[in-house]
């Protein structure tokens, strides 16, 4: 089935500071290398028959190109992001007017939360992660809000600070992830939910191998992710790989860009 993808192109993409383990200021980051990869992408989108839809990016706010991280949509109804850092406070509301404007019934979150970052959403429940970044009370906000249950993921790596640096669904009801990533308690809950996941090494989701798109049959996943790439074409999957070493160096991937409009007006 086509999807319907929200994205923000990197215009204003840098990093200038470093609010994850992934980001070096002094470093730095090539826009124009960046702008070129994230137009890769949205291409490998449309090239699969997925419709994508555009936010205009605001000057200052560099990680916008993230768009998974603005919302959460489920059945039409839009949870909206707050941002647990100050450098991107005001991307909640630019991406809760995007959908406000356009009719959709919205409600801002009085509880941090980062949109898809830290919720990812089957076919009957919700995924959802905390541990650095999205309060565990949020996932009781979105659920009141959403009327879908969510279950809770804490996340205890650093290195995956969001669940969809993690863990993606294969599915509506199949995941991939690694389980290190995770305690000990989320990983039982893990194996019990997903007997037949796919499980990552620790040196693909080293390489946000896990920050990847599925529709159920093609899976757009960073290039360097070798030995998952081999797992998911063994199981069925239709791999397409991407590089987005540029957008990495911000701790982004091919989901961080992708914001899924589930269910429209």
């Not at 939360?113 to 009781?140: I, K, P, S, W, Y």
């Not at 290190?180 to 997903?194: D, M």
Request: one cysteine or more; charged letters at 25%; aromatic letters at 10%.
């Amino acid at each position: 089935m086509p999807k319907h993808f929200l994205m923000c192109r990197p215009e204003h993409f840098t990093v200038e500071y470093a609010i994850n383990p992934w980001m070096d200021p002094e470093a730095g980051a090539d826009r124009e290398v960046a702008i070129r990869q994230w137009e890769v992408l949205k291409s490998a989108y449309e090239s699969l028959g997925h419709k994508v839809s555009l936010i205009d990016p605001i000057e200052g706010l560099p990680d916008m190109v993230f768009a998974a991280n603005g919302a959460l949509v489920v059945g039409g109804r839009v949870y909206g992001a707050r941002f647990a850092f100050p450098e991107r406070a005001a991307e909640g509301p630019a991406y809760l007017r995007w959908f406000t404007d356009r009719g959709y019934q919205a409600q801002a979150a009085e509880h941090v939360n980062e949109g898809e970052g830290d919720f990812l959403t089957l076919d009957e429940f919700v995924l959802a992660g905390t541990g650095f970044r999205t309060d565990l009370v949020a996932h009781n906000e979105a659920q009141e809000y959403l009327g879908r249950p969510v279950i809770s993921m804490r996340l205890v790596d650093p290195r995956f600070y969001h669940l969809d640096t993690a863990l993606f669904p294969l599915d509506g009801h199949n995941v991939a992830y690694y389980p290190g990533a995770f305690s000990e308690g989320s990983r039982r809950v893990l194996e019990s939910l997903f007997p037949d996941a796919v499980i990552a090494s620790e040196a693909d989701a080293a390489v946000l191998g896990l920050n990847a798109v599925s529709d159920g049959r093609n899976v757009v996943i960073n290039a360097e992710a070798t030995e998952l790439q081999l797992e998911l074409k063994r199981r069925g999957y239709d791999v397409i790989p991407v590089d987005l070493s540029e957008l990495r160096k911000a701790g982004g991937g091919p989901k961080c860009c992708t914001l899924e409009i589930r269910g429209e007006i």
